[in-house]
Every structure is written in structure tokens, then in C-alpha cells.
């Protein structure tokens, strides 16, 4: 699995680990994935992916994956993600109408 984050646009970071004596070695942070299945209430399906933890913390807070999706402007989401995108924007606009 790809450590960088689809949505939330998080990469590992590189740096230097330093010790007692002063010695520096070469060190990877990792970001934090998590494999979730969120509910998007507009289609009334689960969907499965792989976000990192502060992605899951703005979905909560924005109010689901929904909300999250169509805050977020489509030229910095991955092919699959916009599509579920446009595909819930038109749901909501047909319910709307």
C-alpha cells in the first residue's frame, strides 16, 4: 500500500534521528493510514479507502464523507474520489429538484 494519503494530500516525512553523542542517522515518518469503510448517506452505500487519521478527524468534524467530498475542490482529488464526488453532487441536486 502507497504510503501518501489520495485525500488530504499527506506524504512520509524524512529526517535525521539524533542521539546522545550527537550521531545522525537517516529516519522515515510514516503517515498514519487507515483502511475505513465510510457511509455516504446520499448514495446509501459504504464506501472502502485508505485515509490517513487527520482526514477521518475532518470528516467527523465536517459532518460525513459527504460534506467532506463537496468541500473539497475537485482538481486536487484522484480520478476515483472525484467521480464519487460528481456522483453524489448529482444525487443532490436531483433530490433537490
Not at 57 to 80: A, C, F, K, M
Request: aromatic share 4%.
Amino acid at each position: 500500500m502507497a504510503r501518501k494519503a489520495t485525500l488530504g494530500g499527506k506524504a512520509p516525512q524524512t529526517g535525521k534521528n539524533v542521539s546522545h553523542s550527537h550521531r545522525r542517522t537517516s529516519h522515515k515518518w510514516l503517515v498514519n493510514m487507515q483502511e475505513r469503510s465510510l457511509y455516504s448517506a446520499t448514495l446509501g452505500v459504504f464506501v472502502r479507502m485508505s485515509l490517513p487519521s487527520c482526514v477521518l478527524r475532518t470528516i467527523d468534524h465536517v459532518g460525513g464523507l459527504d460534506d467532506y467530498l463537496l468541500t473539497r475542490p475537485s482538481d486536487q482529488l484522484e480520478r476515483p474520489i472525484r467521480q464519487l464526488q460528481k456522483l453524489i453532487s448529482e444525487r443532490r441536486a436531483a433530490a433537490n429538484a
